[in-house]
């Protein structure tokens, strides 16, 4: 176990926020986590901090866990169950699946943050979720510090959703079991120009060429937070009822949708965002992203306070012109 005292958390967020945590505990192992949660019952994990909003110094210790690992704890010839530690980054986890031909997560290529966050929001792109792939978890109880397994059907998964969200710091997840194919899978290249790009390079349906062009659309799209402090999407795509969607259609005809259930309709942020003229808008060190407006961004020393006033006024102008209200999805700290 590490113990940092005032330490700069601007590597440890995407956001690039300057913001001092008084105590950051690295938990190298499962026993390093209960002893801190022993030491510090009222910590709060902090992981790949890609989806998090610093407004202001943590007042409570914070917990990093750093433990990798890859294990495939079961195999036959069409299926492979692998465990991956919580602190395994997320990216090169997909890049070791798709290395091994294993298919299921080559949609979710190149997402930021470790495998241990994954399921807290139940990440997703491309047509695909981590809910598609997760089979359980091991996760530490906080209140009586035991450790618990958890299946698929006790996560309660809903679109950029969990249990892990829902009940906020009860669990700490400590590893992720996924359960991917080895052949027959039937992969998901319905969504925007996968198809096109496969075909453009005149490549086969493979884990590895899958995620290739999801990287390449990615990189074209999506600021790289090494280079442009960001937290990937800011807002979730709003669902809204059916009735109020025919209402808008009546003057938007060209609004863009999916269909979620009879009664619900999805619509992308970006495009509402997009129809208020906020696309490439800027106030001194925090904007829109040009190239998807979901994205808020700091070009560089913004604070999160500006950030998060910039997420206020563009929810508000969306408020204004059609009537929704945008959730954020990033967390705010
Ligand atoms: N659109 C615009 N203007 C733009 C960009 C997009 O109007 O500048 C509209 C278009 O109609 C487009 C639609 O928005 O078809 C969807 O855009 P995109 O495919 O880029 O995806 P998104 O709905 O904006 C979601 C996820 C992303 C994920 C992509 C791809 C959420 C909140 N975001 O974005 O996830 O990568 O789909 O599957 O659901 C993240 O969560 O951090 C994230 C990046």
């Given at each position: 176990m590490k113990i940092h005292e005032n330490i700069s958390l601007k590597s440890y967020n995407t956001f690039g926020i300057d913001q001092k945590a008084p105590l950051l505990i690295e938990a190298e192992n499962e026993a390093d986590v209960l002893e801190a949660?022993?030491?510090?019952p009222n910590l709060k994990v902090l992981a790949g901090g890609s989806n998090i909003l610093l407004t202001q110094a943590p007042e409570v210790p914070l917990l990093h866990l750093t433990q990798k690992g890859i294990t495939v704890l079961y195999e036959d010839q069409e299926t492979v169950w692998v465990r991956a530690a919580a602190g395994e980054c997320w990216s090169d986890f997909v890049d070791y699946c798709v290395a091994q031909g294993y298919a299921g997560v080559e949609n979710l290529a190149l997402i930021y943050g470790t495998v241990g966050a994954a399921p807290v929001q139940n990440?997703?792109?491309?047509?695909v979720e981590l809910k598609d792939v997760f089979k359980s978890c091991e996760a530490i109880y906080r209140e009586n510090r035991i450790k618990i397994n958890i299946e698929r059907a006790g996560c309660a998964f809903g679109y950029r959703d969990s249990i892990f969200k829902q009940r906020k710091d009860t669990y700490i997840i400590t590893s992720v079991t996924f359960c991917l194919t080895k052949q027959n899978h039937q992969f998901k290249t319905h969504y925007g120009d996968i198809r096109a790009r496969l075909a453009a390079h005149g490549w086969e349906e493979t884990p590895q060429h899958i995620a290739q062009v999801v990287k390449e659309i990615r990189q074209s799209k999506l600021p790289n937070p090494n280079k442009l402090g960001n937290s990937g999407s800011f807002f979730k795509n709003p669902v809204i009822p059916r009735s109020q969607f025919l209402e808008l259609q009546k003057s938007y005809p060209h609004i863009p949708h999916y269909e979620v259930g009879?009664?619900?309709?999805?619509?992308?942020a970006a495009y509402l965002i997009e129809s208020c003229d906020l696309k490439g808008y800027r106030i001194d060190a925090v904007g829109v992203h040009q190239g998807q407006p979901l994205v808020l961004v700091n070009y560089?020393?913004?604070?999160?306070?500006a950030i998060l006033a910039l997420a206020h006024y563009v929810q508000k102008q969306v408020a204004q012109r059609f009537g929704i209200t945008m959730e954020m999805e990033v967390n705010i700290w």
């Open positions: 949660l022993r030491l510090y990440i997703g792109a491309y047509g009879e009664e619900q309709v999805k619509v992308p560089g020393g913004a604070t999160g306070a």
